[in-house]
């Protein structure tokens, strides 16, 4: 018997057996009980059955990715997150301590290392100098470094946070923290968050798509783009630059579009005499989600396709078809919010800059991956505001957290180069486009850099700010799941109101 | 032992339960049906002389309290009364009891008349413990407005952004923050911790344990050394089940009591900085969209106008106005604005870039009075008739983008009344002399210099 042979009498054979009397007396006696409690429970209620099998549905039940409007009047429509995963230095880029350069290879006060942890930093380290060249730059004069030229010259479209902690100092956790609000597996992305609740705009895109970059994924895994708790088809989409945008979504060679349509029709049409049979509205999901995949095997190639772009746009970008970059990837970005994705999130991987090589050293590798980033950073931001988009598209830069004033001493020996250790104590994230106040900027460090010393704010509250934008209370924005509530703050969070607009 | 007045007084609110228990035992037997009309007579004898003896113990130990706790006369008043009256009530009912051979219908009138006196007395007594809105709080305030009862909630603190310098720092600044924050447990009637914050005296009085404010000594003052506690301490303020107050209010308070918690000082004399008040400036109401009183949109006509491909989806759940894009309909044509007719009014940002609306699109679109946002980018239009978009009173942002349109056509716009930004990226207009309007134009074309540090390897 092959295959579609053994499915078809299995299909039969379940028709069958919902109208036999042993099935009826051996399976349903709970079933019998429970009709009995059917006036008493509304929800069983013939009546209210009845409707829905009118396909008085709500929009949801059939097609989980239908859009819902937000509670309240939104500040912006999509997202866009760019997460630098390894985590760069705020001390080299955005947070200018002149005094550490006074201090450059001394010992590090002890005040600053009692009852401290570090990831690698052993006993009494020296302290690091700044290795970049400061200025301010724009009416706003937000202090940025020679390490980002471009980036410069659009300070005052961005509001700068400068003193954001978080408690974790480890890579894994401490993305799974800046991207689900907690250290922890198991809780929904801030982009799973957000398609749930908005559901997408484009019925042939989906509404959370996640592009990487550096040549790794993120050391947490795909968790930092999975949906937790949440039904898994809000997760983030992975697609590539290079190759094919969305991995099995092309058909295999042979298959014509015709053949495929017939196929899914098939399929629909058996899935619809079953919601006949059964009135269960997950089955109405399943055929849309055919549907669906069907519309975005056509549409995902095309805006995943940067080649058709003007000359003037790739060398704005400093794109190259065909790679998998960073700027592809902000290019796509812009591309595809564009195109309606409420939440396009982009790793790129290689901040960690401990010193131990030539790649991971702060006057040398950083530039470079600083260098790889300017440019696309910059054009991704003017380019949306040339297109007006920027007045609906909220951007987040940071890592998932910064790092040490001191100079890394792993096993407390010298390093070959000059590198800094994980912190988080304090480091600098930034913000621009839809309800963020231009220039501002939140947030004072020590004159080491070490802690923030006003203004200072921790995770939650920059994802209690992103859901206000998207118009969410994030205290009000929750699932349920094991018995409780969830939100993606937990029980924290506070709105960042001086870099709102 | 000076204790033992007070302690006894502590046990007012466990006697009251007493009386109203045994008394409404007593006037149920009255009213329950019997064969001989007295079945009952022993019991609610019993009844009545059990329910006077705790009823007196609980008015006495009412007295201690109000005597011992600092309660004002204005706040018990009622209560108390009725207390008594409930008491001795309960008395004189014991005595005709004992009299009678049967339940009269004199009888049965005073038992139901000292259910009223129980009843109201336990009401009262509960106002003064719960607060007087108690039951109210919890009512969602649709329901109180149809009753025409007023919630009056204390107003957030709010600063004028202009005249901010000359409001008094302690009146115009701190008392407001108090009011907004700690007045619902520290007020006369309600003195938490023996704590009146509602007015300056109150506040320099302290609370059960002294004076809570030092002037210049942060530590030292309750006032603000409670704020600051971790919310977990159990001292911290206010208790951390309630709302807290926003982290420049409690700036405000540190501010005030270092710079000498003066009561006639303003704000400037006071040499406060702008950065510490400016999360305080009233912000414009004038949000984004335009608020209205449309009803929302039945979900049938939104299905309808979906199932034809547009995106539709109201603003906000708050918002009937609706978000409209043809992103999945680029066939949208002349014929299928039809559609949109009927929801015109609802109409507040409309997306009909890269379809095949044509010129006399315009002509419809400016009826749509509550329009904020219109996206035409790439559309085949000359831009004839754009004047007509000044209409359009709510319109802001206008996109034009990938159109053929020259800034001649923009001119037309000059002068709207609420445009605030044009978008014409890719397009005639962009390449021409900058010229200037009444609204921002922005003609992109952005590009980045190339420089030394782009190709240099480290």
Redesign the interface.
């Known amino acids: 018997m092959n295959q579609l042979e053994r499915l078809l009498k299995e299909f039969g054979e379940q028709k069958l057996q919902n109208r036999t009397r042993r099935h009826f007396l051996m399976d349903c006696v709970s079933k019998v009980g429970g009709l009995a409690m059917a006036p008493l429970l509304f929800a069983c209620d013939p009546v209210v059955r009845a409707q829905s099998q009118a396909l008085n549905l709500s929009?949801r039940d059939l097609n989980p990715l239908a859009?819902?409007?937000?509670?309240?009047?939104?500040?912006a429509k999509s997202i866009i997150y760019l997460h630098m995963a390894g985590a760069p230095s705020q001390l080299e880029l955005f947070d200018y301590k002149p005094e550490l350069l006074k201090y450059d290879g001394k010992p590090c006060p002890e005040s600053l290392l009692e009852g401290r942890q570090f990831a690698f930093i052993r006993g009494v380290p020296n302290l690091l100098g700044p290795q970049a060249k400061f200025a301010q730059h724009g009416e706003s004069g937000a202090w940025v470094s020679?390490y980002l030229?471009?980036f410069s010259?659009v300070v005052d479209e961005v509001a700068f946070l400068k003193a954001v902690h978080t408690d974790q100092f480890n890579h894994g956790p401490a993305q799974l923290f800046m991207q689900t609000g907690s250290p922890r597996l198991g809780r929904p992305s801030i982009g799973s968050w957000v398609t749930y609740g908005l559901g997408t705009?484009?019925?042939?895109l989906p509404g959370f798509v996640v592009l990487t970059s550096g040549g790794k994924t993120p050391d947490a895994g795909k968790s930092v783009w999975g949906s937790g708790f949440l039904p898994s088809v809000y997760q983030g989409v992975q697609c590539r630059s290079k190759g094919d945008p969305v991995l099995y979504l092309k058909d295999p060679d042979g298959m014509t579009r015709d053949m495929k349509k017939s196929v899914i029709e098939a399929i629909n049409s058996t899935n619809e005499e079953s919601f006949k049979d059964f009135g269960d509205p997950e089955i109405l999901a399943r055929i849309n989600q055919y549907e669906m995949a069907y519309r975005m095997q056509i549409e995902v190639p095309e805006v995943m396709n940067i080649n058709d772009e003007p000359k003037?746009i790739h060398?704005?970008y400093?794109t190259n078809p065909g790679e998998e970059s960073f700027a592809n990837n902000c290019l796509l970005a812009r591309k595809l919010v564009e195109?309606?994705v409420r939440f396009v999130q982009l790793y790129d991987w290689g901040w960690d800059t401990h010193g131990t090589s030539k790649e991971e050293s702060i006057?040398?590798?950083l530039?470079?991956k600083c260098?790889e980033i300017d440019?696309p950073i910059?054009?991704l931001l003017?380019?949306l505001?040339?297109?007006?988009l920027l007045?609906e598209t909220l951007v987040v830069w940071g890592g998932e957290f910064g790092r040490t004033p001191m100079q890394e001493n792993r096993e407390g020996k010298e390093q070959g180069f000059k590198g800094r250790d994980h912190h988080g104590e304090a480091f600098t994230m930034w913000m621009a486009g839809g309800g963020i106040k231009k220039g501002a900027s939140y947030g004072l460090t020590d004159e080491f850099g070490f802690s923030g010393i006003d203004e200072r704010v921790s995770v939650h509250d920059i994802h209690a700010s992103i859901l206000h934008l998207m118009?969410f209370n994030h205290e009000k924005f929750t699932y349920d799941f094991q018995g409780r509530p969830f939100r993606l703050t937990d029980v924290e969070g506070?709105l960042i109101?001086?870099i709102l607009a | 032992m000076e204790f033992i007045l007070p302690l006894l007084g502590r046990f007012h609110p466990l006697f009251v339960h007493l009386p109203i228990g045994i008394l409404l035992f007593g006037i149920l037997l009255v009213f329950i049906p019997s064969k001989t009309n007295a079945t009952f007579l022993p019991s609610i004898r019993i009844a009545f002389l059990v329910g006077f003896i705790v009823g007196l113990m609980s008015a006495i130990s009412g007295f201690l309290q109000y005597q011992q706790e600092g309660y004002t006369w204005d706040t018990v008043q009622i209560h108390l009364i009725l207390g008594w009256i409930t008491v001795i009530f309960s008395l004189g009912l014991y005595f005709q009891f004992r009299k009678a051979q049967e339940l009269t219908q004199p009888l049965k009138i005073q038992s139901g008349l000292i259910f009223l006196f129980i009843t109201l007395t336990g009401h009262f007594g509960g106002n003064i413990t719960h607060g007087e809105d108690y039951f109210l709080e919890v009512l969602p305030p649709g329901l109180l407005a149809t009753f025409g009862i007023e919630t009056q909630t204390v107003a957030q603190f709010t600063l004028d952004e202009n005249s901010w310098e000359e409001a008094l720092f302690y009146d115009g600044a701190i008392q407001p923050i108090l009011n907004y924050n700690c007045s619902s447990c520290h007020n006369p009637r309600n003195l938490k911790g023996e704590l009146d914050l509602s007015t300056i005296k109150g506040l320099m009085k302290g609370g059960e344990n002294g004076e809570i404010l030092k002037v210049g000594n942060l530590k030292e003052s309750a006032l603000y050394a409670r704020l600051i506690l971790p919310h977990e301490d159990e001292e911290h303020m206010p208790p951390a089940e309630k709302r807290q107050p926003r982290?420049e209010e409690v700036e405000l308070i540190k501010i005030w009591i270092e710079t000498g918690a003066s009561v006639d000082k303003t704000l400037a004399q006071a040499t406060v900085k702008r950065t510490s008040v400016q999360?305080f400036f009233r912000k414009e109401e004038n949000?984004?969209?335009p608020i209205t009183d449309l009803k929302p949109v039945s979900s049938d006509t939104l299905?309808i106008l979906?199932g034809k491909g547009f995106?539709v989806?109201?603003?906000?759940?708050?918002?009937s106005l609706l978000r409209i894009?043809c992103?999945?309909f680029p066939a949208f044509s002349e014929k299928d604005w039809k559609s949109l007719k009927e929801i015109s009014e609802h109409i507040t940002y409309l997306d009909l870039s890269d379809t095949k609306a044509p010129e006399s699109i315009i002509d419809s679109i400016s009826g749509l009075t509550h329009l904020t946002t219109l996206?035409l980018?790439g559309i085949e239009i000359e831009g004839k008739g754009l004047a007509k978009l000044k209409d359009s009173k709510n319109l802001k942002?206008l996109?034009l983008?990938s159109t053929a349109l020259t800034l001649e056509n923009l001119t037309q716009l000059d002068g709207h009344p609420s445009l605030e930004?044009v978008?014409i990226?890719k397009t005639p207009a962009s390449g021409q002399e900058k010229r200037d309007f009444s609204f921002h134009l922005?003609?992109?074309?952005?590009?980045?210099p190339k420089?030394a540090?782009?190709t240099?390897?480290?």
């Open positions: 929009g859009p819902l409007p937000p509670p309240f009047a939104p500040k020679d030229p471009h010259s705009e484009n019925q042939n003037a060398e704005l400093g195109k309606g006057d040398l590798g530039r470079n260098r440019r910059t054009a003017l380019d505001k040339q297109r007006g007045e118009g506070e109101h001086s | 982290k999360a949000p984004f969209f299905s979906r995106f989806e109201q603003i906000s759940a708050d918002n894009s992103l999945n996206k980018n942002l996109y983008n930004k978008y990226f922005e003609t992109g074309d952005f590009l980045l420089l540090s782009d240099i390897v480290y």
